[in-house]
């Protein structure tokens, strides 16, 4: 991976550095108003900060338009004053200034400290704010090193990412995050934020489920951007290598942040919560698990580079079009949900056309990939590819059809008389549990299919899934407890990866060529372990989530680290 250069680099620190001291200094002179002034000036500000950086961008966009400069300037200008904005928020929050409606809202004066920091991105105008921030420093990042006129996927990659955060600023704006009424209606805060009675509020991963959510889908915009602009931009591709290791890497560590985002969400509902489980099929849960799927379907679609590469920019386009989605369900898309913050119904319209958009481009790829593995299927190494893109495609397609039927059903409602449909936790089990044996059954022959004849390995399956049926029933009969005998293919699936991993061991030539050898089959471990976790009773349940979780991210990791360090190097040890 090629680094910025030393004047970029001083750059960089230079703004690190100032913005550090903007963290010191602001909260200082705050401090020095007098606290009637201090709230007029901070509204003023705040209001006043979100006009300045929409102008900031509509300048940048319209200079990047005509002379094709890279203004580097105006990016950091767009991330300091995205920062201040914060502070701004972030101290009014810390020092209970009830007079702004959004702290009142979402702060009381009892909230321990930590916490008061975490519910700045409780509602959708600090959400929004927190998003932009992460936003203004991955496009800050992204921008460095590249005066080139004539990459114009670059220059119309910032474009794209400026209308972004402009669409952002607006109805950031006409939110008005700093309104003030004074006197508050509260004059300690929002009364039913007691920590006291309710254990959400005091779990640290309140801190960390939310905060890598947002790290996550700010940073899989600039992949988006980038892919607008190469369809914009025919036949073309980005040239400062710089900028293509940054969307390269931007997809793995996007992946990783949204794991990680991910697994602690389900830990939180085990431990801190009182649902007692991992995974509820909740509508939040589940609309979190379709940009996963389409992020780790993408690391399939090195098979698509020659045949089809259209297909590959389709994908990323539905990773971030699934992470608005999955927004849009999070914070108003008329499903009723134990997140506290849904249920609204302002935002069903356009959970209505994004959904649609999803499940028809969705069906477009797996229409597609059918036919490839139709004229593949001789081919064992990209068949076995195929199905597990298909069965990952799969699983996003159920999901988002099931948690599109409610609003489309309340939407069609407003003009026809027809009543709106649920649809229960019973549907998601059942359809991506089938599917989830279909894609453990795929990998068990990605990892098996080198070493043994593909008829033995189908037989294998169906000899374990019979064997475990009688297991399952002599296990009723005697203690009432069933075990669902499909587990099975997640064990094979398991010990598949790990028979593999024995055949490849490979520690001599070091272990960067281990990883980039095995990385790919510790995932498929890590995946195993949690689909089996859904079927295993409460007792095995920590210990195999908790091992897959680990599995995943030991296997994500060292492939992210991997792109730091030459392939060269692997080479001569060859």
């Known amino acids: 991976m090629q680094f910025i250069n030393y004047s970029a680099k001083k750059l960089v620190v230079t703004n690190f550095c100032i913005s550090i001291g903007l963290a010191l200094i602001i909260p200082i002179f705050l401090d020095l108003i007098e606290i009637n002034y201090r709230i007029i000036f901070i509204s003023f500000l705040g209001n006043f900060l979100v006009i300045i950086l929409i102008t900031v961008l509509i300048v940048d966009f319209f200079l990047l338009v005509a002379k094709k400069l890279n203004y580097q300037l105006l990016s950091t200008l767009n991330m300091i004053l995205t920062l201040i904005l914060f502070i701004l928020l972030m101290y009014s929050f810390l020092n209970n200034i009830f007079e702004i409606v959004y702290v009142m ?40 090193n590249n005066q080139n006129k004539d990459d114009l996927v670059f220059i119309r990659s910032v474009l794209v990412s400026l209308i972004i955060s402009i669409v952002f600023l607006i109805i950031l704006f006409s939110l008005n995050p700093f309104e003030v009424d004074s006197p508050p209606a509260f004059i300690n805060g929002n009364p039913n934020l007691d920590p006291s009675l309710d254990p959400i509020l005091m779990s640290p991963f309140m801190i960390w489920h939310p905060f890598f959510t947002f790290i996550a889908y700010a940073i899989f915009l600039i992949p988006f951007t980038i892919t607008i602009a190469e369809i914009v931009t025919q036949d073309s591709k980005l040239l400062n290598s710089y900028q293509q290791n940054f969307y390269d890497f931007s997809l793995k560590i996007g992946w990783l942040v949204l794991t990680l985002s991910i697994g602690l969400g389900a830990y939180w ?82 959970v209505v056309v994004l959904g649609l958009l999803l499940i028809i481009l969705s069906l477009y790829v797996i229409y597609v990939v059918l036919d490839y593995l139709m004229e593949e299927y001789r081919n064992k190494k990209l068949f076995f590819d195929y199905l597990s893109y298909l069965f990952l495609y799969g699983l996003a397609f159920v999901c988002i059809f099931g948690l599109l039927i409610p609003p489309f059903t309340h939407f069609l409602s407003e003009f026809l008389p027809i009543n709106i449909i649920f649809i229960g936790t019973d549907y998601f089990i059942m359809t991506t549990l089938v599917l989830a044996v ?14 043994h004849d593909i008829k033995w390995i189908g037989i294998l399956i169906i000899i374990g899934i019979f064997i475990q ?103 001569k040890n060859n």
């Open 269 to 350: 509902a085990k431990i801190a919560l009182n649902w007692g489980r991992y995974w509820g099929w909740d509508p939040v849960e589940t609309v979190s698990l379709v940009p996963w799927f389409f992020i780790t379907s993408f690391f399939h679609t090195r098979i698509f580079k020659k045949k089809n590469p259209t297909l590959i920019k389709l994908n990323v386009g539905l990773i971030f079009a699934s992470i608005v989605f999955s927004t849009l369900i999070t914070r108003g898309g008329g499903l009723n949900s134990l997140h506290a913050f849904t249920s609204g119904v302002e935002l069903v319209i356009w």
């Open 105 to 144: 809202n979402y702060s009381n004066s009892v909230l321990p400290l930590i916490y008061k920091i975490v519910f700045i991105w409780a509602g959708e105008h600090g959400s929004i704010m927190t998003w932009m921030l992460f936003n203004s420093i991955i496009i800050y990042f992204y921008r460095i």
């Open 438 to 451: 279909g894609l453990a059954s795929s990998l068990i022959f990605c990892s098996l299919w080198e070493y």
């Open 469 to 571: 049926s009688i297991f399952s029933f002599i296990i009723l009969l005697l203690s009432s407890i069933w075990i669902n005998p499909i587990v099975i293919v997640f064990i094979i699936s398991l010990i598949a990866s790990l028979f593999k991993l024995g055949k490849n061991p490979k520690f001599k030539k070091g272990f960067k060529y281990f990883f980039r050898l095995n990385s790919k089959t510790i995932i498929h471990a890590g995946i195993s372990c949690i689909l089996m976790g859904f079927l295993v009773t409460s007792y095995f349940q920590d210990f195999v989530f908790i091992t897959g979780f680990t599995l995943l991210l030991i296997g994500i990791i060292p492939s992210i680290l991997i792109a730091f360090f030459p392939r060269r190097e692997i080479t």
